[in-house]
């Protein structure tokens, strides 16, 4: 089945910014969808409309089969989480525990359920030594850490995660691509929005790019992340090594996405005397 | 001359049991580019709070060691004269975006500082030039996307001109092409004014190319302070919580192989020194 069907959405906000025109897209369940594209291009309001935190203005979104625009946020809230771009926009309890506690309470787990899968979802994350401490005495990355561990916590079937890897260093990132990998394979349905390339490249999945509302191009990051027209246009750059490759055409370099362990056994074999 | 010294620094928030900064010795010259970068949790962000004066001033709790930002000690500097001298880009944009315009909110500081209006025009329209985001100049703030907001905050601090510009993650909000753009008008500011950069980043693909030294901090102190190839030829980063850049790691794989003259950051000299050899072999 269908997790997420986006039908001809167009979403004017009430200042009269036309954030999304007419954008249509389908993500089947247990799918890694990855969206990509300039600032201001829509990437948060596509992924504001799955929690219904926005409904659009024209056109239908629907979410695990449900209609959003006849749901409340609570109701979405069991189908779908959102981790906020901006992390510190989704903290209200007084510490790190009862934050990541509140939604699980609210949907009436016992007190030990509550318990492991707090001190599962911290232990994760490495935050577990400030779980009595405020959300806000956190560092950047540990914020947005902590934003994710709400949402992993509660493992809604369809997680949308906007800008995940803001802030973190190369471990927790390496971490953060683990449980992606390992949520798919549950079977969640999991979209993104995100500027890291490297971490893109890496996690390999289907990338829908966007521009100024509406979408440029959707395929698998094999073909979009090379493709220098399509990147341009949606101020992205491709990945260091794609883009050697692409400078070393003449060479015989291949026009795609490599991993360093390729990238390096193409060049010895040509370098080589 | 040196811009900033901070001697024996250590740093415990109030309510925390462990030092966030432990006896850290640093020092930046005028005119220097430097890359800060390290686990999150290290203490980045704890040290810049340190040199604008934020730590003693508006953070609780135990501080020791003196910091020196162009001659005046923090400690005893209140923070407006401080921000004078140095420009902190806050790692949340949107803490540091107030007013009901994005055009007031780059002027803000300018006539604080009681600048003449025909200047604050001036200067307010070269800055949101600089980050290209001129069409902007009349929404609200909060209604902009992140990245926008990051802009908008960025050019409040190029609009002050100080001589030190301190930037927590400034990127991290910023599509790939802002992002580079911005690491090249840093770069430009600092060769043409004199200006001093200490930049956090974990985009070291990014910035590494461009800077005059890495300080890599770990766990409260100083693990590394130096070249940044250096570091990658000496450290797995990996394991430091420092991104490796997928080109200093191609270039080991070289070297286990080749004659390759270690690590390189820079994707022009990687393409030079490839073209050199495949040159050799014809
Ligand atoms: N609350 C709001 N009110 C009015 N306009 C808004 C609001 N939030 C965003 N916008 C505008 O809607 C458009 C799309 O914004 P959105 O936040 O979806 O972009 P984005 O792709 O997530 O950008 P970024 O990469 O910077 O996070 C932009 O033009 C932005 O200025
Ligand atoms: N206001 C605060 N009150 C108490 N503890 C704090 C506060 N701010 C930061 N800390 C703690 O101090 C340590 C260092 O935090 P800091 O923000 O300096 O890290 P950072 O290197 O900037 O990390 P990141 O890359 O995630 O932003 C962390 O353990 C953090 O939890
Ligand atoms: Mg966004
Ligand atoms: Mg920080």
């Known amino acids: 089945m269908q997790a997420i069907v986006f039908d001809g959405v167009s979403y004017v906000y009430p200042s009269g910014v036309r954030a999304l025109k007419d954008v249509s897209f389908t993500v089947e369940r247990g799918e890694l969808v990855v969206l990509m594209g300039e600032n201001g ?27 959003t625009s006849k749901y409340t946020v609570a109701q979405l809230a069991t ?38 899968r707090v001190d599962w979802a911290l232990r994760f994350f490495d935050l577990e030594r400030y779980a009595g401490q405020s959300p806000f005495t956190l560092s950047g990355g540990e914020k947005k850490r902590l934003a994710f561990a709400v949402v992993l916590a509660w493992s809604p079937p369809i997680i949308a995660l906007d800008e995940p890897t803001i802030g973190q260093d190369s471990l927790q990132k390496e971490k953060m691509l683990h449980m992606i990998r390992l949520l798919n394979t549950q079977g969640h349905t999991v979209i993104m929005a995100s500027h890291d390339v490297e971490f893109v490249a890496d996690l390999r999945p289907r990338i ?11 395929g698998p ?38 991993d360093v362990d390729t990238a390096a056994r193409l060049l010895v074999e040509r370098l080589r005397p | 001359m040196k811009v900033i010294e901070v001697r024996g620094l250590s740093f415990t928030y109030s309510g925390q049991d462990k030092p966030s900064l432990r006896d850290i010795n640093f020092e930046v010259g005028e005119g220097e580019f430097v890359l800060i970068s390290g686990p999150s949790g290290g203490g980045k962000s704890t040290l810049c709070r340190c040199i ?28 407006h004269i401080l921000s004078q001298h140095v420009g902190m880009v806050f790692q949340n944009p949107q803490n540091q975006l107030f007013s009901l315009n994005v055009e007031s909110d780059v002027a ?3 006539e604080n500082l009681g600048l003449p209006r025909e200047e604050i025009r001036d200067r307010v329209d070269e800055a949101l030039a600089l980050m290209g985001i001129e069409d902007l100049a009349d929404r609200s703030p909060v209604e902009l996307s992140g990245g926008q907001q990051q802009k908008v905050a960025l050019a409040s601090i190029l609009a002050l001109r100080p001589k030190v510009i301190m930037l927590d993650e400034p990127t991290s909000f910023l599509d790939p092409m802002s992002a580079m753009n911005l690491v090249e008008l840093v770069d430009r500011l600092r060769r043409k004014l ?23 901090i ?7 302070d130096g070249p940044p190839r250096d570091f990658f030829e000496k450290y797995d980063g990996h394991l430091y919580g420092v991104s490796v850049p997928k080109l200093a790691r191609l270039s080991k794989e070289m070297a286990r192989h080749l004659e390759w003259p270690g690590v390189i950051l820079d994707i022009d000299e990687f393409e030079r020194v490839v073209r050199l050899i495949a040159g050799h072999r014809l």
Request: glycine share 8%; with cysteine.
């Open chain 2, 194 to 216: 004199g200006l001093t950069i200490l930049m956090v980043e974990h985009r070291i693909d990014l910035i590494a190319p461009r800077a005059d030294r890495l300080a890599v």
């Open chain 2, 218 to 224: 770990y766990e409260g102190q100083i693990l590394y």
């Open chain 2, 52 to 79: 604008n004066g934020l730590i003693p001033h508006f953070y609780e709790g135990e501080l020791r060691g003196e910091v020196y930002v162009d001659g005046l000690p923090t400690s005893k500097t209140p923070t």
């Open chain 2, 108 to 110: 803000f500081a300018l």
């Open chain 1, 208 to 218: 829908i790019a966007i521009s100024s509302g509406s979408i440029v191009a959707d």
């Open chain 1, 79 to 116: 189908h779908a989480g959102l981790v906020f771009q901006n992390a510190e926009n989704m903290f209200f309890e007084s510490t790190v525990w009862d934050e990541v506690a509140f939604a699980l309470k609210n949907f009436g787990y016992s007190d030990d359920v509550v318990r492991k």
């Open chain 1, 41 to 67: 291009s829509g990437k948060t309001t596509i992924l504001k409309h799955l929690n219904g935190l926005l409904k659009p203005t024209s056109g239908k979104v629907f979410v695990d089969g449900l209609d």
């Open chain 1, 221 to 258: 990051a094999d073909e979009i992340l090379p493709d220098t027209e399509i990147l341009r246009r949606c101020s992205l750059h491709p990945p260091q090594l794609a883009l050697l490759m692409a400078r070393l055409r003449d060479l015989g370099m291949p026009r795609k996405l490599v």
